[in-house]
C-alpha cells in the first residue's frame, strides 16, 4: 500500500513552544490530508481537514490559532501546535487520501507521540 | 451523535479463534467501508475496505461481511494468533476521496497464545 511518512515519531518541549509535525505522501499525490488527535485508548479525533492550496478545514472545538496546518504541495502537510501546554500532550496522526469523484484509500503515518512539560 | 457504533469494545479469544467485531451505521449515504488495525504507539494501518455493492471480501485471514438492509458490517479474522492482538477500528466514508472517514471507537484484540 502507499506510504505516509510522519515525522517526528516523538517530541518533547517546553510549555510555550512550538512544535511542527511534518506528514509526508511518499508514493502518491495526497489531494487531502487530514490530522487527528487520539488519547489512550481511544478513537481517533479528527481535528481538521486539508486540501493542497487552500486553507485547512477545522472541527468544531479545535483551535486554528494553536494547531496551524500548512498543506503547501501535494505530498507536504504540517501541522504546527503553537505555545504548547501540557493539555496539548498527545497522540497525533496524519492521514492522506489521493482525493476524486470516488471514495480511495486514506494512508496513516505512523504517528507522532507530542509530549509538552 | 455516532454515527458508526462498534462492538464489542474489547474482546478475548485463544490461538485459531474466529474474533469478530461488528459495526453498525446510519448514514445511508456512507458507501465506502475500511477496517483498521493499530498497534500501541502506531498509526492504524488498513486492513480491508468494502463497498456497498459487494456482501463480502475476503483478503487473506481477514474477511468483511456487508449487510447493507441492516446498515451493518463485521470483520471476522480466521485462525487468529497472537500477533493479531491490536485495536481494530472500523470506519465509514461517503462521497469521494476528499471525504473524511468516521471512525467507530475501536475493539481492543486480545488473542491468547
Known amino acids: 500500500g502507499a506510504v505516509v511518512s510522519q515525522h517526528p515519531s516523538w517530541v518533547i518541549c517546553k510549555s510555550g513552544t512550538s512544535v511542527k509535525i511534518e506528514c509526508r505522501s511518499l508514493d502518491f499525490q495526497a489531494t487531502t490530508m487530514f490530522w487527528y488527535r487520539q488519547f489512550p485508548k481511544q478513537s481517533l479525533m479528527l481535528m481538521a481537514t486539508?486540501?493542497?492550496?487552500?486553507?485547512?478545514?477545522?472541527e468544531q472545538g479545535v483551535e486554528k490559532d494553536k494547531f496551524l496546518i500548512n498543506h503547501a504541495s501535494l505530498t507536504l502537510s504540517t501541522l504546527t501546535v503553537t505555545s504548547a501546554h501540557p493539555e496539548d500532550s498527545s497522540f497525533y496522526i496524519c492521514?492522506?487520501?489521493?482525493?476524486?469523484?470516488?471514495?480511495?484509500?486514506?494512508?496513516f503515518g505512523q504517528g507522532t507521540r507530542l509530549t509538552v512539560v | 451523535q455516532q454515527q458508526v457504533k462498534q462492538s464489542p469494545q474489547s474482546l478475548i479469544v485463544q490461538k485459531g479463534g474466529i474474533p469478530i467485531i461488528n459495526c453498525a451505521y446510519e448514514?445511508?449515504?456512507?458507501?465506502?467501508f475500511p477496517w483498521y488495525q493499530q498497534f500501541p504507539g502506531k498509526g492504524p494501518a488498513l486492513l480491508i475496505a468494502?463497498?456497498?455493492?459487494?456482501s463480502e471480501k475476503k483478503e487473506g485471514r481477514f474477511t468483511i461481511s456487508f449487510n447493507k438492509s441492516a446498515k451493518q458490517f463485521s470483520l471476522h479474522i480466521m485462525d487468529s494468533q497472537p500477533g493479531d492482538s491490536a485495536t481494530y477500528f472500523c470506519?465509514?466514508?461517503?462521497?469521494?476521496?476528499?471525504?473524511?472517514?468516521?471512525f467507530g471507537k475501536g475493539t481492543m484484540l486480545l488473542v491468547s497464545p
Open positions: 448514514n445511508t449515504a456512507f458507501d465506502y
Open positions: 470506519a465509514a466514508s461517503k462521497g469521494s476521496g476528499y471525504s473524511t472517514l468516521t
Open positions: 492521514s492522506a487520501r489521493a482525493g476524486g469523484t470516488v471514495n480511495t484509500e486514506a494512508f
Open positions: 468494502i463497498r456497498p455493492d459487494v
Open positions: 486539508s486540501n493542497e492550496g487552500s486553507k485547512a478545514t477545522y
